[in-house]
């Protein structure tokens, strides 16, 4: 089977049939387009809108097909002239078979001005002639008879004098690497690799199309432009408009919003650089658990035309935000596009690529050999040892690339576009679980069931099909004590996501819990995440007979407990209001103790020894004696050290008892005044009072 055509292709060609010259050649004058020469005509509108053509000898109407008057010229030149007698435009019609085979062997891209049909008609600017004057000399010279030579020597002459000054002018110009407003569209030769920058950093398009729009800003030229896109499953065309907006005098090709990458300074720099990073695009395909640092594109609640829902019935395009974001992010264009439909990935056409990537290119700058390759772009997480090996696409197709993947960010929960140069391996820590300060029989416990869970183990499923497959942990215990960390260790030994979510995030109406929910199971099932519901306890509460809603939103979370497959960890400070229907569910229930004398020691140790010994000058010996005496919790330990540690870099000193104790002063003084306000509290009494 031959592959699919190539992201970047020249025209499509007729199917089956005559071809363009073969309809030509049985057309019913045969002398068409034979005398090599140009006739020139003038076409008028009148203020009906009538248009009319006339020489020196003969008026006929434009759409007098039957007769196609002046067939035996090479060239028709028609001079237009508005109601009021104005000169507006030239139209130059092609009917020599000699310049029409030219044409078609010479211009391969050029949309919006076909060459491969029986009628070629030019507008003013002659456009495809101007860019592909190189080539067509070229052709004259190399591939012509002399009858043909004749012809393209008259068309030459012909566009020299309609345009033969401004292309002077642009030569003079872009020598200084200058350009004029009016000559903008000479810069832009469809087919050519154009340089922008989306929010400062470089961005490669194919240029399509340039055309003269007008807005209430003034005059501007548009550019169709193409880039490589990815919607999770294929591989495709996306088209992006660009304007230029009019300037006076003249301005650098390089201060443009957009310019030929040939006119860039560091060309050869920049191609090497978006090449690498095209390369980095394509191995981030399918879904992967990254790690990011960096500004990205946060997708916001605001639509971007003010309307939820576009013409078509879709959802409408929302704004993105520029944000700090940094953390665990999961790249899956295919979740976004699916989730977000409004700022979907949308293709140009046909997408040529499937989920079996087939890659057909042409000569690129290694030589003029062409490429195939097939590759199987998978869909599940990927560690980076299970990733398939990256394949030799096209130089083109890895140069058009975006600056960006889409994903989520699982601390900020919100989908964004995440630039490329921010992205890198997410170092797991696969020992966290053995650091976690825990009975051994717990551990082992839990070990095990996890590991029976991944491994697919459905020895005890529900009767039903598709219930119970879910293992769900239940922490509960103070807080700080270390339930949130036993899922995170938990998450990193099994080397997948971790998505938390509390139940304020959740919200408290049915509806918008069951939905929210539902999204978040969703999601993890996807990514098969490790899901941490802290605070849950709003959901597992007893169910009564006067409190309509709670008993609604137990029932919506038991329900959907029921069908989900994947590990979840649920953390509560009361146990002893759950709901009875949870009691069955729960496959490991742990309490967490507060914390004794030795784990405050061992966690006081731990987190001092996170700091650079050189920045550190204790005596654990003499030192931890004296700390773990507060009774605080391990979260307040952490926030302890990394309070003192910032304290004597400000001061310019190394860490020291003393920074720890005026840490630890402020904790003190803190819980002295909770423990009076809620003294108070119960009491009825405002510290006000």
């Known amino acids: 089977m031959p592959p699919p055509p190539p992201l970047f292709d020249s025209y499509p060609r007729a199917g089956p049939g005559p071809t363009t010259e073969e309809r030509e050649e049985h057309r019913s004058n045969s002398n068409r387009g034979t005398k090599c020469e140009l006739k020139q005509l003038d076409g008028r509108y009148d203020n009906r809108g009538n248009y009319t053509v006339t020489d020196s000898s003969v008026s006929m109407l434009n759409d007098d097909a039957d007769s196609e008057p002046h067939a035996e010229y090479a060239l028709v030149s028609t001079r237009v002239y508005g109601p009021d007698g104005i000169y507006q435009s030239t139209q130059l019609e092609i009917k020599s078979r000699l310049i029409k085979k030219a044409l078609r062997k010479v211009i391969k891209f050029y949309p919006g001005q076909p060459v491969d049909?029986?009628?070629?008609?030019?507008?003013?600017?002659?456009?495809?002639?101007?860019?592909?004057?190189?080539?067509?000399?070229?052709?004259?010279?190399?591939?012509?008879?002399?009858?043909?030579?004749?012809?393209?020597?008259?068309?030459?002459?012909?566009?020299?004098?309609l345009i033969g000054a401004q292309g002077q002018r642009f030569k003079d110009l872009t020598k200084i690497g200058l350009i004029s407003f009016p000559l903008i569209w000479m810069l832009f030769?469809?087919?050519?690799?154009?340089?922008?920058?989306?929010?400062?950093?470089?961005q490669a398009l194919m240029v399509s199309q340039i055309e003269p729009t007008r807005n209430i800003v003034g005059k501007s030229w548009q550019l169709t432009c193409i880039g490589t896109g990815y919607d999770g499953l294929n591989f495709g065309k996306v088209i992006e408009y660009i304007k230029i907006n009019q300037f006076e005098d003249t301005r650098e090709v390089t201060s443009l919003k957009v310019y030929p990458l040939k006119y860039h300074p560091e060309e050869h720099k920049v191609r090497v650089q978006l090449l690498e990073r095209g390369k980095r695009f394509f191995e981030l395909r399918g879904r992967q658990h990254m790690s990011y640092k960096g500004t990205a594109h946060v997708l916001t609640t605001r639509y971007k035309h003010g309307y939820e829902v576009d013409e078509s019935g879709m959802e409408g395009e929302r704004i993105y935000q520029s944000s700090l974001i940094s953390g665990r992010v999961m790249i899956d264009s295919e979740s976004f596009c699916r989730v977000n439909?409004?700022?979907?990935?949308?293709?140009?056409?046909?997408?040529?690529?499937?989920?079996?990537?087939?890659?057909?290119?042409?000569?690129?700058?290694?030589?003029?050999?062409?490429?195939?390759?097939?590759?199987?772009?998978?869909?599940?997480?990927?560690?980076?040892?299970?990733?398939?090996?990256?394949?030799?696409?096209?130089?083109?197709?890895?140069?058009?690339c975006p600056p960006f993947v889409l994903g989520f960010s699982l601390l900020s929960k919100k989908w964004c576009r995440f630039i490329i140069d921010y992205v890198s391996e997410l170092e797991l820590n696969a020992e966290a679980f053995n650091q976690l300060i825990i009975a051994d029989s717990h551990k082992e416990l839990i070990q095990a069931m996890v590991e029976s869970h991944v491994e697919g183990d459905d020895s005890f499923d529900d009767f039903i099909q598709g219930k119970g497959k879910s293992l769900i942990f239940l922490l509960h215990g103070a807080p700080g004590v270390g339930k949130t960390?036993?899922?995170?260790?938990?998450?990193?030994?099994?080397?997948?996501?971790?998505?938390?979510?509390?139940?304020?995030?959740?919200?408290?109406?049915?509806?918008?819990?069951?939905?929210?929910?539902?999204?978040?199971?969703?999601?993890?099932?996807?990514w098969k995440a490790v899901v941490l519901l802290d605070e849950a306890d709003v959901f597992l509460q007893q169910r009564s007979g006067s409190d309509v809603k709670r008993n609604a939103l137990v029932s919506i979370f038991l329900r959907l407990l029921e069908y989900y497959e994947g590990i979840l960890f649920l953390t509560s400070n009361r146990v002893e209001s759950f709901d009875l229907a949870f009691k069955s569910r729960i496959h490991i229930a742990l309490r967490y103790p507060e914390l004794t004398i030795p784990v405050r020691r061992q966690l006081w140790r731990d987190f001092l020894l996170r700091i650079p010994e050189g920045e550190r000058n204790l005596d654990f010996e003499r030192d931890l004696p004296v700390l773990e005496k507060d009774e605080?919790?391990?979260?307040?330990?952490?926030?302890?050290?990394?309070?003192?540690?910032?304290?004597?870099?400000?001061?310019?000193?190394?860490?020291?008892?003393?920074?720890?104790?005026?840490?630890?002063?402020?904790?003190r003084e803190f819980e002295k005044d909770f423990s009076e306000g809620a003294r108070l509290s119960r009491m009825g009494i405002s510290e006000r009072d």
Not at 344 to 362: A, E, K, S, T
Not at 374 to 391: C, F, G, N, Q, Y
Not at 638 to 659: D, F, G, M, Q, V
């Open 341 to 400: 439909s409004g700022n979907r990935i949308r293709f140009d056409g046909q997408v040529p690529y499937n989920l079996q990537l087939h890659v057909h290119d042409g000569p690129t700058s290694a030589g003029s050999q062409e490429v195939h390759a097939t590759i199987t772009v998978t869909t599940d997480v990927e560690t980076k040892a299970k990733r398939p090996a990256l394949s030799t696409l096209s130089e083109r197709d890895l140069l058009l």
């Open 632 to 667: 605080i919790n391990g979260r307040q330990i952490k926030n302890a050290c990394k309070t003192a540690a910032a304290l004597a870099r400000k001061r310019r000193e190394k860490l020291e008892i003393k920074h720890l104790n005026t840490t630890l002063a402020t904790i």
């Open 189 to 202: 030769k469809p087919g050519d690799t154009v340089y922008t920058e989306k929010d400062g950093h470089p």
């Open 485 to 526: 960390l036993t899922a995170e260790s938990i998450a990193d030994y099994t080397k997948r996501p971790l998505y938390t979510v509390s139940s304020g995030e959740l919200g408290t109406d049915p509806a918008e819990v069951e939905e929210k929910l539902t999204h978040v199971l969703d999601l993890a099932t996807t």
């Open 117 to 161: 049909t029986t009628e070629v008609i030019f507008n003013d600017p002659p456009k495809p002639l101007f860019h592909y004057r190189k080539e067509l000399e070229d052709y004259k010279h190399t591939k012509a008879d002399d009858e043909t030579k004749k012809h393209l020597d008259l068309m030459f002459k012909f566009v020299d004098s």
